[in-house]
């Protein structure tokens, strides 16, 4: 048993090492925001607001039908409002922009 500890402490270690920072990129900033936004929203977004923007979950708005700029609505997913958190400590400038950027995709066409 004492040879277990030492080894599974060398294990966490070795796993957090490898995995727990941020990653750069020689990518230039924004460079597949499709890609990336979808992959964002669906970590942190889909639970209120549904995979198609419109599930409404803890008064999330529908974001098919949302009127925002795009400045506006950057400003709403880095900032919060009401039950949303805000993401700017969660998501990078980058980060932000390409949910955005994904939920416009999501808008109804009239």
Same mark, same amino acid.
């Given at each position: /048993?004492?040879k @277990?500890?030492?080894a599974?402490? *060398?294990?966490? @270690?070795?796993?957090?090492?490898?995995?727990?920072?941020?990653t750069?990129?020689?990518? !230039? !900033?924004?460079? +597949?925001?499709g890609?990336?936004?979808?992959?964002i929203?669906?970590? $942190?977004?889909v639970?209120? $607001? *549904?995979? +198609?923007?419109?599930?409404?979950?803890? +008064?999330?708005?529908?974001?098919?039908?949302?009127?925002?700029?795009?400045?506006?609505m950057? &400003? /709403?997913? &880095?900032?919060?409002?009401?039950? /949303? /958190?805000?993401?700017?400590?969660?998501?990078?400038?980058?980060?932000?922009? &390409?949910? @955005?950027? $994904?939920?416009?995709?999501?808008?109804?066409?009239?």
């Amino acid at each position: /048993m004492s040879k @277990v500890i030492p080894a599974l402490a *060398g294990i966490l @270690v070795a796993l957090f090492a490898c995995g727990g920072g941020t990653t750069s990129s020689s990518a !230039p !900033p924004g460079a +597949d925001q499709g890609a990336s936004g979808e992959r964002i929203f669906a970590m $942190h977004c889909v639970l209120c $607001h *549904g995979k +198609d923007g419109t599930l409404g979950i803890n +008064d999330a708005k529908d974001l098919t039908v949302s009127t925002l700029s795009k400045e506006e609505m950057v &400003a /709403m997913v &880095a900032n919060g409002k009401g039950t /949303m /958190m805000p993401y700017k400590n969660v998501l990078t400038k980058g980060q932000i922009e &390409a949910v @955005v950027e $994904h939920v416009r995709t999501l808008q109804a066409t009239e």
